[in-house]
Structure formats: structure tokens, C-alpha cells
């Protein structure tokens, strides 16, 4: 504080003094220290679990007496899923200085759980070895998003399911937001498990035994790249030594693809000619299809004019669906294909005719029905007017 004072004599002379006075104010409120704001997580239970202000926390320690008045807020702010709600407290010291501290807290309030868009993608690996699984988690595809926070995904829970050389896995992934809300889904893996070692498996081949009849192998143990089952057999009458056993084969692939494929397996117990005599052959030299007692199949003996038997002769015949339904369609694949009329018979298992018509023209896509026939295995038979043969089987399912 500065005082100035002026001295006058009787004649108007005038002078000046300043005296100064400086002195220092102290307050107590300096000493208290607001607090910062509290962040109290997810989902609080206001007001029961709210924190109230500690007074005396501000006061312990201040040398002056101090009034403090508490006004808490009106109510809580809301900003998105954040919350927000305080007090505002007043100091007063004894001179009337006034300090404001503001207790603040906040929390997020969050019930909701995240919504998945997408998530890891079903597999089917097909046939693969264990060294080629790429792994379960796959926690980076999946596709989630939550309306208040970021998300954290983890695979949770696997279940595999093992049926001989094909393997499941049921696998549960969690999506969690940061309040703990969670979503689940679940992804499905597949593939067929080939063993590096197992054999290959294929269709048995034709083979020629004396007299025994050999049993059909057995395959099993290791997971093979296919599997074959034997699923249909006949033959031609073995109890009189020398025949013919059919065996239908399904071989499937380790990724479903299926082909059905014959294995002829003749037997003999002696080796007679083939060639038959000519009291075997009819007058009239017509083609005479018939079940010969040695191989039981059909077979077309013809006879020459000068009264020789003619050499048979087979090409390349393919026959599809196979196995069939309600119909066949015949391609016949020749370098010379036969011209005019070709004489088309069906035998059963057992050398019946069950079925004959005629052809006309190339044999290209030609459809023969055979929805009318029993189930069983039959074999088709082309006869052309130069005495030229072709045979194929089939078999006939429902």
C-alpha cells in the first residue's frame, strides 16, 4: 500500500513524502489439492456403489480453519455409452478466499454384446495328411464389431469328432467387448486323413486261377488315398469247374468321388479248345447267341459258307451310366465302324435274353432303356452283319 503526503507553508511552498508499506498475504486453501478424475470401468451400480467425496481427505493437515460446502450435479451426463457424474466442493477460509475443487467420475455403460457379421468360414480340407492341417484358430476371419468399444476374439473350445480316417472339429470362438459382453460362434472343419504309408488302392485286375475261387481281399487299417468295396458278385457256375466269377468293385476316392469297375476272374480246371465243332453250329448260319456250358457268357459263333468257323472280334465299347437306372447310352469307338443294321441283345446273370432290338447307323450317344429290368448285373451285346462282336456289362440298381 503507498501513501503520499504533501506539506504547504503560509507563502503556498508545497512538498511531497510517499511512505510504502508492503506485507504478505498467506491462505491455508493453497494447500489443498483437487483431485483428478476417476475412471470407474463398466456398468457401476449407481448411486448404491457410487463413491462419495471424502471431506476430511482435503482437510487433514491445513493449519486454518476452512467451511466446505459439497453440491453434487443435477444429474448424469451421457456422451455415447460413456457416463458421467461429480461434485463440485467450496472451500472458505476465516478471511472469505474461496477455493473450488471439481470430483469427477466417470464409467461406461455397456449390456449390449458384440454383433458378429461374419464368422471363420466352415472348411472341408478334402484329403490332406496330418502334416498339411493348417491349424484351428482362425480368429482372424471372423468379422464382429461392437457398438461400444473394440473387441477381443479367442478361440475357446474344440471338439473333434473322428469317424476311421475322416476328421471333424466343432470349434467355438468368443467374441468379448471390454465390459465383458460376449457373442460365440462356431466354425466346422473337415478333411479326410491319408496316411503317407498306406498302399494304393485300386480296382483288382483280371486274373486267371485254377479251379479255387480266391476270396476277396481285405482292406483295412491305414487311410489310404481311396477305399474299395466289393458290392456286388456272381458267377457263371462254378460247381461245374471251368466259369467265370464277376466282381463289382466301388472305389472311392477320399474326396467322394466314386467308380465302379469289373474284375473278371476265370477259372479253369482243364484248358479244352475254344473252337467249337460244327454239330455246335446251327444250319441256317445265323448268328446263335447262346450261354456256352465253358464260359456261361454270351458268345456269337458264326460259320462261313465253306463251313469254317469264324474268328470272333472285339473293339472298344463304352457304356454309360454305370450303374444305371432307366437307361444306358452306348458309344461304340471304332477305326472302322460296322455299317447297316446292328442285332442288340441283353443277358442277365445268369445268360438269359432279356432284352434284344436293332440299330440303325453309327452307335454315337445311342440310349438304350432298361428301367423295365430287375436289379442285377447284365451284359449288353452288339452283333454287326460282318460278324463282328462287342460285349459290355452293367449293372442295374434302383
Given at each position: 500500500?503507498?501513501?503520499?503526503?504533501?506539506?504547504?507553508?503560509?507563502?503556498?511552498?508545497?512538498?511531497?513524502?510517499?511512505?510504502?508499506?508492503?506485507?504478505?498475504?498467506?491462505?491455508?486453501?493453497?494447500?489443498?489439492?483437487?483431485?483428478?478424475?476417476?475412471?470407474?470401468?463398466?456398468?457401476?451400480?449407481?448411486?448404491?456403489?457410487?463413491?462419495?467425496?471424502?471431506?476430511?481427505?482435503?482437510?487433514?493437515g491445513l493449519d486454518c480453519e476452512v467451511k466446505v460446502e459439497v453440491l453434487p450435479d443435477i444429474d448424469i451426463v451421457v456422451v455415447g455409452c460413456e457416463r458421467y457424474y461429480g461434485y463440485t466442493i467450496i472451500f472458505t477460509d476465516e478471511c472469505g478466499n474461496k477455493k473450488e475443487c471439481r470430483e469427477e467420475y466417470s464409467w461406461t455403460y455397456d449390456v449390449t454384446p458384440p454383433t458378429i457379421i461374419e464368422c471363420a468360414p466352415d472348411?472341408?480340407?478334402?484329403?490332406?495328411?496330418?502334416?498339411?492341417?493348417?491349424?484351428?484358430?482362425?480368429?482372424?476371419?471372423?468379422?464382429?464389431?461392437?457398438?461400444?468399444?473394440?473387441?477381443?476374439?479367442?478361440?475357446?473350445?474344440?471338439?473333434?469328432?473322428?469317424?476311421?480316417?475322416?476328421?471333424?472339429?466343432?470349434?467355438?470362438?468368443?467374441?468379448?467387448?471390454?465390459?465383458?459382453?460376449?457373442?460365440?460362434?462356431?466354425?466346422?472343419?473337415?478333411?479326410?486323413?491319408?496316411?503317407?504309408?498306406?498302399?494304393?488302392?485300386?480296382?483288382?485286375?483280371?486274373?486267371?486261377?485254377?479251379?479255387?475261387?480266391?476270396?476277396?481281399?481285405?482292406?483295412?487299417?491305414?487311410?489310404?488315398?481311396?477305399?474299395?468295396?466289393?458290392?456286388?458278385?456272381?458267377?457263371?457256375?462254378?460247381?461245374?469247374?471251368?466259369?467265370?466269377?464277376?466282381?463289382?468293385?466301388?472305389?472311392?476316392?477320399?474326396?467322394?468321388?466314386?467308380?465302379?469297375?469289373?474284375?473278371?476272374?476265370?477259372?479253369?480246371?482243364?484248358?479244352?479248345?475254344?473252337?467249337?465243332?460244327?454239330?455246335?453250329?446251327?444250319?441256317?448260319?445265323?448268328?446263335?447267341?447262346?450261354?456256352?456250358?465253358?464260359?456261361?457268357?454270351?458268345?456269337?459263333?458264326?460259320?462261313?459258307?465253306?463251313?469254317?468257323?469264324?474268328?470272333?472280334?472285339?473293339?472298344?465299347?463304352?457304356?454309360?451310366?454305370?450303374?444305371?437306372?432307366?437307361?444306358?447310352?452306348?458309344?461304340?469307338?471304332?477305326?472302322?465302324?460296322?455299317?447297316?443294321?446292328?442285332?442288340?441283345?441283353?443277358?442277365?446273370?445268369?445268360?438269359?435274353?432279356?432284352?434284344?432290338?436293332?440299330?440303325?447307323?453309327?452307335?454315337?450317344?445311342?440310349?438304350?432303356?432298361?428301367?423295365?429290368?430287375?436289379?442285377?448285373?447284365?451284359?449288353?451285346?452288339?452283333?454287326?452283319?460282318?460278324?463282328?462282336?462287342?460285349?459290355?456289362?452293367?449293372?442295374?440298381?434302383?
Amino acid at each position: 500500500m503507498i501513501r503520499t503526503y504533501t506539506i504547504s507553508d503560509s507563502c503556498g511552498n508545497t512538498t511531497q513524502c510517499v511512505i510504502t508499506y508492503i506485507w504478505t498475504q498467506l491462505s491455508c486453501l493453497d494447500q489443498i489439492k483437487c483431485k483428478d478424475p476417476v475412471y470407474l470401468g463398466c456398468n457401476p451400480n449407481f448411486p448404491a456403489d457410487f463413491p462419495k467425496p471424502d471431506v476430511d481427505s482435503y482437510l487433514d493437515g491445513l493449519d486454518c480453519e476452512v467451511k466446505v460446502e459439497v453440491l453434487p450435479d443435477i444429474d448424469i451426463v451421457v456422451v455415447g455409452c460413456e457416463r458421467y457424474y461429480g461434485y463440485t466442493i467450496i472451500f472458505t477460509d476465516e478471511c472469505g478466499n474461496k477455493k473450488e475443487c471439481r470430483e469427477e467420475y466417470s464409467w461406461t455403460y455397456d449390456v449390449t454384446p458384440p454383433t458378429i457379421i461374419e464368422c471363420a468360414p466352415d472348411l472341408d480340407l478334402g484329403c490332406i495328411t496330418e502334416d498339411e492341417f493348417p491349424g484351428h484358430d482362425h480368429s482372424d476371419k471372423i468379422i464382429a464389431i461392437d457398438n461400444c468399444s473394440d473387441v477381443t476374439i479367442s478361440l475357446v473350445s474344440i471338439e473333434a469328432v473322428v469317424d476311421s480316417c475322416h476328421v471333424k472339429y466343432i470349434q467355438w470362438y468368443s467374441i468379448k467387448d471390454e465390459c465383458g459382453n460376449e457373442s460365440r460362434c462356431m466354425q466346422t472343419i473337415r478333411y479326410t486323413r491319408i496316411d503317407p504309408e498306406a498302399p494304393q488302392v485300386e480296382i483288382p485286375e483280371d486274373t486267371t486261377v485254377f479251379c479255387t475261387v480266391p476270396e476277396p481281399p481285405v482292406f483295412e487299417g491305414k487311410c489310404a488315398s481311396a477305399s474299395l468295396e466289393l458290392i456286388f458278385e456272381f458267377d457263371t457256375g462254378c460247381e461245374d469247374n471251368n466259369c467265370l466269377v464277376y466282381r463289382y468293385w466301388l472305389l472311392t476316392t477320399c474326396d467322394g468321388e466314386q467308380n465302379i469297375g469289373v474284375q473278371v476272374i476265370t477259372v479253369e480246371c482243364d484248358f479244352t479248345s475254344d473252337v467249337l465243332s460244327q454239330e455246335e453250329v446251327k444250319e441256317d448260319q445265323k448268328v446263335d447267341s447262346r450261354i456256352t456250358e465253358k464260359t456261361g457268357m454270351p458268345e456269337a459263333v458264326y460259320e462261313s459258307p465253306d463251313g469254317n468257323r469264324l474268328v470272333k472280334e472285339s473293339g472298344e465299347l463304352v457304356l454309360y451310366p454305370n450303374p444305371s437306372q432307366n437307361y444306358v447310352v452306348l458309344n461304340l469307338n471304332e477305326a472302322d465302324p460296322p455299317v447297316g443294321r446292328i442285332q442288340m441283345n441283353v443277358y442277365d446273370q445268369y445268360g438269359r435274353l432279356v432284352k434284344e432290338g436293332r440299330l440303325e447307323g453309327q452307335i454315337i450317344d445311342r440310349r438304350i432303356e432298361v428301367g423295365d429290368l430287375p436289379d442285377g448285373v447284365y451284359v449288353l451285346q452288339l452283333i454287326s452283319k460282318d460278324n463282328r462282336i462287342w460285349n459290355k456289362s452293367f449293372l442295374k440298381l434302383k
